[in-house]
């Protein structure tokens, strides 16, 4: 059981927060706040506060986020360079770490909000999709609080939650388009709603971040002095900028499948047999690190901002052709954790460009798993009066969940033609 949290703040000490609010408002933030007050007798504060917990894969995260989109308080303990020593995400190993570090990381995010347990309108946790020995413990968590501060408790798709974190930073109306792009997870689909989503295609196989941290792996970046402490996709990026695409010649996967689907097994074996070529033309070991990495990260990164690059424009035109997307102002938004690459990013722009979209990535920070997105999820499930539940008993974590109905059969059978664009990025 987690101890009681050691908070008396005073309705003082809210009333400065929300005097924070007003310190330097967008019209859109005062409009909104506005829009929050709730002026029945008794009720102690102003708008609805959710705290929200994420232990899906590796990060430990926690924040509390008010219906206006201000993060009153966050924390995370990461577990990247645990998992970089071990060469990838041992799953007991994930579970004991998020055990030993969820109770400080939610008393953090809580100090740092200024807000009571008392005064939070609701706790929102991942319980869907992830790894199954990690998920668990933020929910068993979090069951407690609920139980031990009567409060209301909503279940979050982590997936979901990356793909409407943008609606914290951006005013972005339904209808529009998601790419999310991690480590566990590739997809595409339309956004109709809060917790309405068509899936328009997905990997076939593993995820591109996976395929970047394998590469990495492979390429023994760790051992690299400017990249030892850097995720696979992070590291990446940075030899890439060094490096010249044009040493290697990888062509993009699936080049004939005209549907939104996604692979990148076949990439990352390609690239592994021309690390294997290489280390013999070089004459070096398995596991030192080649004089070519940074070209050879330059030509993977490249390819596989292409084949992103190119179902998200299929995936465009598909909806357009559909009227699915606003005719003015069409919108992709680009999350997860490889959308912070900003490789990626241009090629997409350039597609977004071609077809009069607006490309909109949320803030690196936010592209990353974090509590911010969890806590936010659940204000919009509030709003919208979806999944609020007062007895938590029967909830389960679900290590596959799939995201909304899938559609990608239909968007394959209409068999869309991309048109050729110039990748010069
Ligand atoms: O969203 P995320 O934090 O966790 C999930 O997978 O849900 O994403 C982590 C993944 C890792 O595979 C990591 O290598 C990749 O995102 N990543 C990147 C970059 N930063 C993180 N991939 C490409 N470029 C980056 N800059
Ligand atoms: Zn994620």
């Not at 912070?340 to 803030?363: G, W």
């Not at 990353?368 to 909830?395: C, F, H, P, Q």
Request: charged share 20%.
């Amino acid at each position: 059981m987690p101890k009681e949290l050691p908070f008396r703040i005073g309705s003082m000490l809210i009333l400065n927060k929300t005097a924070r609010v007003f310190s330097k408002p967008s019209k859109s933030k005062i409009y909104a706040f506005l829009r929050s007050f709730n002026f029945s007798p008794g009720t102690r504060f102003l708008h609805k506060v959710v705290l929200g917990i994420e232990t899906s894969c590796d990060d430990t995260a926690a924040a509390v986020v008010d219906e206006t989109g201000n993060v009153l308080g966050e924390a995370i303990h990461s577990q990247t360079e645990v998992h970089l020593k071990t060469g990838g995400i041992v799953p007991p190993v994930a579970q004991q770490l998020h055990r030993e570090n969820i109770e400080r990381i939610v008393q953090e995010a809580l100090s740092a909000s200024g807000i009571s347990p008392g005064d939070l309108s609701a706790i929102a946790t991942t319980i869907k999709p992830g790894l199954a020995l990690s998920l668990g413990v933020g929910l068993s968590f979090s069951k407690q609080l609920v139980n031990q501060w009567k409060k209301p408790f909503i279940p979050i798709h982590h997936m979901e939650a990356h793909a409407l974190t943008i609606r914290l930073t951006n005013q972005v109306e339904f209808p529009f388009l998601v790419l999310l792009i991690s480590g566990g997870h590739c997809l595409l689909a339309l956004v109709r709603g809060v917790s309405d989503f068509l899936l328009l295609g997905k990997s076939l196989d593993i995820a591109p971040g996976d395929m970047f941290d394998k590469v990495a792996r492979r390429l023994s970046l760790t051992k690299h002095p400017e990249c030892s402490s850097m995720s696979g996709g992070k590291a990446i990026e940075h030899l890439a900028k060094q490096g010249n695409r044009f040493h290697f010649d990888i062509s993009p996967p699936m080049h004939r499948v005209k549907n939104c689907d996604f692979s990148f097994t076949g990439l990352q074996h390609v690239t592994e047999k021309i690390i294997t070529k290489k280390e013999k033309e070089e004459g070096i070991e398995k596991g030192q690190v080649l004089s070519s990495a940074a070209d050879l990260a330059a030509a993977v990164q490249h390819t596989a901002a292409c084949h992103i690059a190119k179902r998200t424009h299929r995936a465009i035109l598909f909806c357009q052709q559909r009227q699915w997307l606003s005719q003015s102002h069409a919108v992709l938004v680009v999350s997860g954790g490889v959308a912070s690459n900003f490789y990626i990013r241009r090629a997409l722009e350039i597609v977004t460009d071609a077809t009069q979209c607006t490309l909109l990535c949320p803030p690196p920070r936010l592209c990353t798993d974090n509590g911010v997105m969890i806590a936010w999820n659940g204000i919009e499930k509030l709003r919208a009066g979806l999944s609020i539940l007062y007895d938590v008993e029967g909830i389960r974590y679900e290590p596959k969940s799939p995201l909304g109905i899938d559609i990608s059969k239909e968007v394959g059978e209409a068999s869309i033609k991309v048109p050729q664009l110039k990748m010069m990025i």
